[in-house]
């Protein structure tokens, strides 16, 4: 399993550029003393994931108020002892709908992601084990998916398939789905080149048994490694959709969206926008620790 | 180098050909009537008759698709339903703003990923460094729109520095033209920025420890000189790579920053048309911007080729 593992495309494109020469002792010191300083940070993006799960599942219980119940009585209320994070501009609790927006990332981030996973990997066995004009086929398909920017891809078919959370969670699976496909079709490439495809043929294992019982076991780390540093991203892509005005529709809470309708509030009240915008950001970046560390913990190259 | 070109263009045919057909189905994925969906029920039938009919909706798809291709051919991306307008000249007229924040944007990134970078590798595991990195992952986890309106927030509203939306074309008036576009090219220019640090710091640490480095450690050269004419071209082709990988992102960032800002560039025109339901609009503005990713993917793939010889010849 130690072999070579086509990375992300990003690695792909330089796999030719940089020849791998041994590692000298001090870069390989620096790389240990790297590990360590994000072995300490994991422990901080588990925590933030669990939180977040938490909040997700737990929202009808830690919400202190209806995320939808408006007071006009008391809008743009300063963060105090009764609203922890402020109220909105129609005396909704910011806190409360930080928590039920909770649900939203999180269903957008691995939903949308393990969408992904399941198209890509799939057609990447396809042209991997097909190769010749399957192949072709394929691959030109991802690379035209790959030739729009995601988020203006995002926007295209958010637009076309309506705004509302599905809309935007096939429109995210779509723009992830060719990173796993290439992914995937070169692990297939490389390891059906191994022996013990060979032998398991010669014992005349179907094409699809090796298939399933070879090739997809021995590929499934990189894909994993994918997708954990995706999820962050996808969470983000997810937010700028709803910002943009896709995605789940108003009243109902998610982050970008709170964000949009809070921006004509910076000056008198900016906890509208800071709330759910921290809780964004932390989540991220406690999701690209995890992503790190499930990729320290997977991937032999990196860990040295 | 004429061969490389050739090559590259030769690949990009198939794609372009997949993107355009990609493009063209957009509008009848649907659900639904797309005239509807344009059109308030109110608006009469003959109305939506005649649309239906100048769109080519009522004919078969593939004579439609036929009849698309031939018109994108001789440059007519179709009209808008808003402004009846044709795309092309709604294009090119939110072109400037977008061009100018995209070269300010990626100036602003170079100027301070540049120093940071190779401060960084040069200082590794100093407060620098890791100043550095803190620097990178924030700017990597902080999505655009929240960083704009922080901006906004300081330097808007609480200092009330600069303005918070709007555009003056600097070509004509520099000094608020520049103030207009400084919130918007910093927002999009520190997340560049962050990824290009990153990036150079590590390809710098890693041609650091080639032999090369050592030989001309050793011949007596000063530590500047040593990254200056020795490291720093070699650790420029993953930055290259960074950048055209980033450029999509790039992109949708401006999208955003378009958005919050209210440029009138060219991802406000999409955002507008999106939600206009504006579907030749959206149908031709995506296209060209598929078209213009595609083509800057592929200068970065000819910039390899200058960079670094070996890729010519392969």
Redesign the interface.
């Known amino acids: 399993m130690a072999g070579s593992i086509p990375g992300s495309?990003?690695a792909e494109?330089?796999a030719?550029?940089?020849r791998p020469?041994p590692?000298?002792l001090?870069?390989r010191r620096?790389k240990v003393?790297r590990r360590a300083a994000r072995a300490r940070l994991a422990p901080f993006g588990g925590a933030v994931m669990l939180l977040a799960m938490l909040a997700a599942l737990a929202a009808p219980v830690l919400a202190p108020y209806d995320p939808l119940a408006q007071n006009l009585g008391n809008t743009l209320a300063r963060p105090g002892r009764a609203h922890l994070l402020g109220t909105d501009n129609v005396g909704r609790d910011v806190l409360s709908r930080v928590i039920w927006g909770t649900r939203v990332s999180l269903v957008a981030g691995l939903v949308s992601v393990a969408l992904a996973v399941v198209a890509g990997t799939l057609l990447g066995i396809l042209a991997g084990y097909f190769g010749g004009r399957v192949d072709g086929f394929v691959m030109?398909?991802m690379?035209?998916?790959l030739?729009?920017?995601?988020?203006?891809?995002a926007?295209?078919?958010?637009?076309?398939?309506?705004a509302g959370l599905t809309g935007v969670l096939l429109a995210l699976g779509v723009v992830y789905t060719p990173t796993f496909a290439r992914l995937m079709r070169g692990q297939v490439l490389s390891i059906e080149a191994r022996d013990y495809v060979d032998a398991a043929r010669a014992l005349g294992a179907s094409g699809w048994r090796v298939a399933w019982r070879h090739v997809v076991p021995n590929a499934i780390n990189p894909i994993i490694v994918q997708a954990s540093l995706s999820v962050?991203f996808a969470i983000?892509a997810e937010?700028?959709l709803s910002?943009?005005?896709?995605g789940i529709q108003p009243p109902q809470a998610s982050w970008?969206s709170m964000?949009?309708a809070g921006?004509g509030y910076?000056?008198q009240a900016?906890w509208i926008?800071?709330g759910p915008?921290g809780a964004?950001?932390v989540t991220?970046?406690g999701l690209?620790f995890v992503g790190d560390a499930v990729r320290d913990a997977l991937d032999p190259r990196v860990r040295g | 180098m004429g061969r490389l070109v050739l090559r590259r263009l030769g690949a990009t045919v198939p794609v372009l050909l997949l993107v355009t057909a990609g493009v063209f189905l957009l509008l009848h994925l649907t659900p639904g009537d797309p005239i509807d969906v344009m059109m308030a029920e109110s608006v009469d039938a003959t109305v939506k008759e005649n649309l239906r009919h100048e769109l080519g909706l009522d004919r078969p798809l593939h004579v439609q698709y036929a009849a698309w291709m031939g018109r994108l051919l001789r440059g007519d991306l179709g009209r808008s339903i808003r402004n009846g307008e044709p795309v092309i000249e709604n294009v090119s007229r939110r072109l400037r703003p977008s061009l100018e924040l995209a070269l300010c944007a990626m100036a602003i990134s170079l100027v301070i990923a540049f120093p940071l970078g190779i401060a960084s590798a040069m200082r590794r595991n100093t407060t620098i460094d890791r100043a550095g990195a803190t620097f990178a992952l924030c700017g990597i986890c902080m999505p655009n729109f929240l960083l704009a309106l922080l901006l906004i927030f300081l330097f808007g509203v609480t200092l009330r520095w600069l303005p918070i939306s709007g555009y003056t074309d600097p070509l004509e008036e520099p000094w608020n033209g520049l103030r207009s576009l400084a919130l918007p090219a910093v927002t999009l220019g520190l997340a560049l920025a962050a990824v290009v640090t990153r990036t150079l710091r590590s390809s710098l640490l890693e041609a650091l420890a080639e032999d090369y480095v050592r030989t001309a450690r050793a011949k007596g050269l000063s530590e500047w000189q040593v990254i200056w004419s020795h490291v720093l071209k070699n650790a420029l082709i993953p930055v290259v790579t960074v950048l055209g990988l980033q450029l999509g992102t790039l992109i949708g960032g401006a999208v955003i920053t378009e958005y919050v800002f209210a440029l009138p560039g060219v991802g406000r025109l999409v955002v507008d048309a999106v939600f206009a339901r504006d579907y030749p609009l959206v149908q031709g503005v995506v296209l060209l911007i598929a078209v213009g990713f595609i083509l800057s993917n592929l200068i970065v793939d000819v910039l390899y080729g200058w960079i670094d010889p070996r890729i010519r010849s392969r």
């Open positions: 495309d990003l494109r330089a030719g550029l940089s020469a590692e000298p001090r870069a620096w003393l030109r398909l690379d035209a998916v030739s729009f920017p995601p988020l203006v891809l926007l295209a078919l958010g637009a076309v398939l309506g962050a983000l937010a700028s910002f943009l005005g896709l970008g964000i949009n921006r910076l000056q900016p926008v800071f915008g964004l950001f991220v970046v690209n």
